[in-house]
């Protein structure tokens, strides 16, 4: 799937559509984003006719968690999700490919340290809800689409919001600034980088099985406090870390980390390499980014 072919890509404009556009490019590909929202119907299957695409990849949606409009969850990620399968089913010539990003956070608080995909889920929040409804929705569409889901973990990199956790620590070590609050210091995510998963996103467009759920993460988690530690080190800046109740979320995930056996074997078995830049690469590119803006 190459310079012929042709990717129908939502959410373009967000953080990772604005990388996973520059990987698909530099991997030979034509990008195609989409205009139409998810919601207006005509307007989206004729623009989904018009660009009869070869392979799509759904990152459209709501990335913030803590987005207080619940309703705009199950719009966007479940109802917008449907009307574009919908729309897709109706082409002539079927996609080869239909990648639909989902979030490990229908994970939930899991009792497995490493996360897999076949195991129950126990999402404990709309956003997490939302994802839920989407892929069981989704799996209706099994039978007549190739699609393949995908669960990032938690990612980070140059051009993230900076009311995300990651871009306001570095924000405030790039600053200089002498104090920063937070709230749970104990949580432990995956701190991956975006590379990592728009490199995750190709391959499984290219060699992803039908109908198959992958965790796309690296299976190496942190604590927060890890990830103030390695700033300070690159920086050469020291923070005082206070800690606001107002940002302590009573249902949050302590710790959030997958198993990345499945997706790791499956790019083996087609001989590729998975890209991993290390949190040191990540938050120093960051910090670097920041410096230069």
Sequence with gaps: MKANKKILLTGANGFTGRHFTVAAKMAGYEVAALQSDLNEVDYLEQEIFNINPTAVVHLAGISFVASKDHEAFYRVHA???????????????????????????????????????????????????SKVAMEE??????????????????????????????????????????????????????????????????????????????????????????VINTLQKISSHDIEVVVNSEFVRLNEVHRMCGNPQKLNALFKDNRRQLTIPSLDDTLSSMLNQYDKS
């Design 79 to 129: 109802l917008g999700t449907s009307n574009l399968l919908q729309a897709l089913a109706k082409l002539p010539n079927s996609p080869k490919k239909i990648l639909l990003a989902s979030s490990a956070t229908v994970y939930g608080n899991s009792e497995n340290p490493h996360s897999t995909e076949n195991q129950p889920l126990c999402p404990i929040d709309h956003y997490a809800m």
């Design 137 to 226: 929705m989704a799996k209706t569409f099994f039978d007549r689409l190739p699609i393949v889901i995908a669960r990032p973990f938690n990612y980070t990199g140059n051009g993230q919001k900076s009311h995300f956790l990651i871009p306001k620590l570095v924000h405030h070590f790039a600053n200089k600034n002498e104090r920063i609050e937070l709230g749970n210091l104990q949580i432990e995510r995956e701190f991956n980088d975006v590379k990592m998963v728009c490199d995750a996103y190709l391959g499984l467009l290219e060699f992803g099985q039908n109908s198959e759920i992958y965790n796309v993460c690296s299976g190496q988690a942190r604590a927060l406090q890890s």
